[in-house]
């Protein structure tokens, strides 16, 4: 489908931007960049860095990592013009 057509050029995106040798495991990363696609990222008030680089070490706005940089612990997206489904690689 489309979808997946764009989810896997946003994930093509991702590995030549150096996504895979930043701190995020990649299957995080991926969730990140579907929510960003599936709620119409482009289109949220704030989304400074997102689908640039690492998503802890370029500090994607509203994404907070824990102490080692190593895992997304928390998203804070609240009143930012999200529209859309939560992707399912949420809950994987």
Same mark, same amino acid.
Request: negative net charge; hydrophobic residues 40%.
């Given at each position: ?18 996504? @895979? ?10 969730? $990140?960049?579907? +929510?960003?696609?599936?709620? *119409? %990222? ?20 509203? @994404? ?10 928390? $998203?804070?997206? +609240?009143?930012?013009?999200? *529209? %859309? ?8």
């Amino acid at each position: 489908t489309v979808g997946r057509v764009l989810q896997s050029l946003i994930l093509v995106e991702l590995l030549l931007s150096g996504a @895979v040798f930043g701190a995020a495991p990649l299957s995080e990363t991926a969730a $990140l960049a579907a +929510l960003y696609k599936d709620t *119409n %990222g482009p289109n949220w008030y704030l989304n400074d860095n997102w689908l640039k680089g690492d998503p802890c070490d370029d500090n994607w706005f509203g @994404v907070q990592c824990d102490d080692g940089g190593d895992h997304i612990q928390q $998203l804070d997206l +609240l009143f930012n013009n999200l *529209n %859309g489904r939560i992707p399912s690689e949420l809950g994987q």
